[in-house]
């Protein structure tokens, strides 16, 4: 949906919409959507797409809100009402993890994973820092590349001092509305800059050299890459958390269990205990990973 108007800042009473040119139309909403769309507290969102009036002084107004393909919400919780919508319309969710400094941490991974799905979020995985490899590190980095893409998901190595791997990210960004998640100190600010060096320092999360201490916002914002597409600046990452899921309902959101699932004896298994349990059998027979089966236990425990 390029060729449309979309909005990419959100200050209140005004929003920053883009053109299909990238002008920027400083718009309002007309009161009645207020009324219209309940089951969100915030009837426009960063993020969505909309059409426009614009007057004579050069101003927009909102007619109407295309429908959203997806959104995250602004605290960990899906699907409730009133709830107040962070951003709409993500093409791409990327982890970002380093191979070492920060170490490696895939429980990170598999917790955002399961976020994605149940946010209907494409995800993928960037493993950065792949200079700082040592043999060991790069097996397992060939390893967990094989895991996650049997699975689904795309999977990148990446390092600010490999142009080529620069490349494939900035293909992979080129056109889309991606966002950029990871602890801190994993590179992600690194690798927007390496993908397009006039980037706002902000982007990805409150960058500690500009803006130490300085609140500079609780909202979204979609900033433009020079290739096109947007990057989500997202005001830290607990805003994309772990969502409140059943816990019979997790293993929904482990792609390679959706199947086994469908063989287990009780309709309400948690595959963790229970006897005829297909998911089990599938982790025993070798089909789902030993780390994924882990990550998956300790997801369910952190589960009320
Ligand atoms: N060796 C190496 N260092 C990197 C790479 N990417 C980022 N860094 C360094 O890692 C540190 C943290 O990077 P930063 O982009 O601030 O991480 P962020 O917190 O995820 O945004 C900085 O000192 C970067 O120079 C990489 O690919 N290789
Ligand atoms: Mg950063
Ligand atoms: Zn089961």
């Known amino acids: ?27 309002r909403l007309p009161g009645k959507f207020r009324l219209e769309k309940k089951e969100v507290t915030n009837p426009v969102a960063v993020g969505d797409y909309v059409e426009l009036e614009i007057g ?117 960004l080129s056109g889309k ?20 060096p006039d980037l706002d320092m902000r982007v990805g999360e409150v960058s500690s050299r500009t803006n130490k201490g300085k609140h500079t916002t609780t909202y979204a914002r979609l900033v433009p890459l020079k290739n096109g597409g947007y990057i989500v600046d997202t005001p830290g990452i607990r805003e994309f958390g772990m969502v409140n899921i059943e816990k019979s309902e997790l293993s929904l959101f482990f792609p390679e269990m959706t199947v086994p699932r469908q063989n287990c004896k009780f309709y309400n298994c948690t595959h963790y205990h229970e006897p005829g349990c297909g998911v089990s059998e599938a982790y025993e027979e070798g089909d789902i990973d030993a780390e994924r089966y882990s990550s998956y236990l300790n997801i369910l425990e952190s589960l009320d």
């Not at 295309?66 to 990327?94: C, S």
Request: charged letters at 25%.
């Open 1 to 27: 949906m390029s060729s449309s108007f979309r909005v990419i800042q959100s200050t209140g009473k005004w929003y920053k919409v883009s053109s299909p040119d990238g002008e920027i139309i400083e718009c």
């Open 177 to 196: 509305t991606s966002v950029f998640i990871g602890p801190s100190g994993a590179g992600k600010t690194s690798l927007l800059n390496a993908v397009d």
């Open 56 to 172: 004579k002084d050069g101003t927009g107004s909102i007619t109407e809100i295309k429908h959203r393909e997806n959104y995250v919400p602004r605290q960990a919780t899906h699907g409730r009402r009133g709830e107040q919508i962070l951003v709409a319309n993500i093409d791409k969710a990327w982890v970002v993890q380093s191979v070492s400094q920060p170490k490696l941490n895939t429980g990170f991974i598999d917790r955002f994973l399961v976020t994605c799905e149940a946010y209907e979020v494409q995800a993928g995985i960037v493993f950065n820092k792949m200079d700082l490899a040592k043999k060991r590190d790069q097996n397992l980095i060939d390893h967990l590349s094989e895991l996650y893409r049997n699975i689904g998901y795309d999977v990148l190595s990446t390092s600010i001092h490999d142009q080529k791997s620069v490349e494939k990210l900035t293909d992979q």
